[in-house]
Nanobody
Framework: QVQLVESGGGLVQAGGSLRLSCAAS????????MGWFRQAPGKEREFVAG????????YYADSVKGRFTISRDNGKNTVYLPMNSLRPEDTAVYYC?????????????????WGQGTQVTVSS
């Protein structure tokens, strides 16, 4: 079992920055691929960024490339998502997800464990 707790969301003006964190329980965090997803009101949950456990490779949605950076600290069982140059369209609830066997990093169906989410609101 893995439990995930997100933090770092909030209200920010367009162009501003936030850093999301996701703290995971469990002794084998280092063997889990981690992903960030977001869901805006009335929209489906969408992939934001992911980081593999095996080689630390990262993958981003086109909409956030160059603005968001995913990283992980296996010693702290935490994955981070610094977000820069935020836009109103980034407004959503952001979720952290984890799984040991992820074939397609961008597919939410590949993840077994989810956090409760943290709200990010970007004002124009």
């Amino acid at each position: 079992q893995v439990q995930l707790v997100e933090s770092g969301g909030g209200l920010v003006q367009a162009g501003g920055s936030l850093r999301l964190s996701c703290a995971a329980s469990g002794r084998i965090f280092s063997r889990y691929t981690m992903g960030w997803f977001r869901q805006a009101p009335g929209k489906e949950r969408e992939f934001v960024a992911g980081i593999s456990w095996s080689d630390g490779s990262t993958y981003y949605a086109d909409s956030v490339k160059g603005r968001f950076t995913i990283s992980r600290d296996n010693g702290k069982n935490t994955v981070y998502l610094p977000m820069n140059s935020l836009r109103p369209e980034d407004t959503a609830v952001y979720y952290c997800a984890a799984d040991r066997s992820v074939v397609v990093m961008s597919d939410p169906k590949n993840y077994s464990y989810w956090g409760q989410g943290t709200q990010v609101t970007v004002s124009s």
